[in-house]
Antibody, heavy 121, light 107 residues
Framework: EVQIVESGGGLVKPGGSLRLSCAAS????????MNWVRQGPGKGLDWVGR??????????DYAGSVNGRFTISRDDSKNTLFLQMNSLEVEDTAVYYC????????????WGQGTLVTVSS | DIQMTQSPSSLSASVGDRVTITCQAS??????LNWYQQKPGKAPKLLIY???NLETGVPSRFSGSGSGTDFTFTISSLQPEDIATYFC?????????FGGGTKVEIK
């Protein structure tokens, strides 16, 4: 059974940093395109970025609003994905979902339960 | 960035009604469009991929159509468990973008 569990959310001051983790089980995350998608309070969905499968080079892509501040990485030995968030802004406040494209690329078919990041002074 | 405009933003319908949601892309995206359902307090769930393909296990009352810039999502007979917010998402061009969502309620 596919399971995705995020952790690491919390309260951080503007300008601060936070690292989210995403533990995958039931599939090999190195074989999937892995994404982070966020949802601000009462708002819609916002794609943050992704890391492609190892077979496709493990390259990363980011939304413009986080490019240069956020970094996605992966530890294949632990089947875990990370989101390093630096220079956090109030507008980054959201539930962050780890999402896997297991069956098809660019189709978010497996989601974690999300972890809340609150950026506030 | 490609803008995805969903309408309506909310709707209220009776059980058994046919419900239609539209999604318009700001440029041609072919059929690179997915639809998701998000129930309150839960993560979204993929329902439709590539504009009209039903994800495994999704009831057949859900369907999608369209290509290019104009897409439609339909629930043929609304059920109480379909109360949720529905989002479209394009994957033709980075950044991947979502529509603003349509909240479906029971009248």
């Amino acid at each position: 059974e596919v399971q995705i569990v995020e952790s690491g959310g919390g309260l951080v001051k503007p300008g601060g940093s936070l690292r989210l983790s995403c533990a995958a089980s039931g599939f090999s995350s190195s074989n999937a395109w892995m994404n982070w998608v966020r949802q601000g309070p009462g708002k819609g969905l916002d794609w943050v970025g992704r890391i492609k499968s190892r077979a496709e080079g493990g390259t990363t892509d980011y939304a413009g609003s986080v490019n240069g501040r956020f970094t996605i990485s992966r530890d294949d030995s632990k089947n875990t994905l990370f989101l390093q968030m630096n220079s956090l802004e109030v507008e980054d406040t959201a539930v962050y979902y780890c999402v896997a494209d297991i069956r098809r690329e660019n189709c978010f078919d497996s989601w974690g339960q999300g972890t809340l990041v609150t950026v506030s002074s | 960035d490609i803008q995805m405009t969903q309408s309506p933003s909310s709707l209220s319908a009776s059980v058994g009604d046919r419900v239609t949601i539209t999604c318009q892309a700001s440029q041609d995206i072919g059929d690179y469009l997915n639809w998701y359902q998000q129930k309150p307090g839960k993560a979204p769930k993929l329902l439709i991929y590539d504009a009209f393909n039903l994800e495994t296990g999704v009831p057949s009352r859900f369907s999608g159509s369209g290509s290019g810039t104009d897409f439609t999502f339909t629930i043929s007979s609304l059920q109480p468990e379909d109360i949720a917010t529905y989002f479209c998402q394009q994957y033709d061009t980075l950044p991947l973008t979502f529509g603003g969502g349509t909240k479906v309620e029971i009248k």
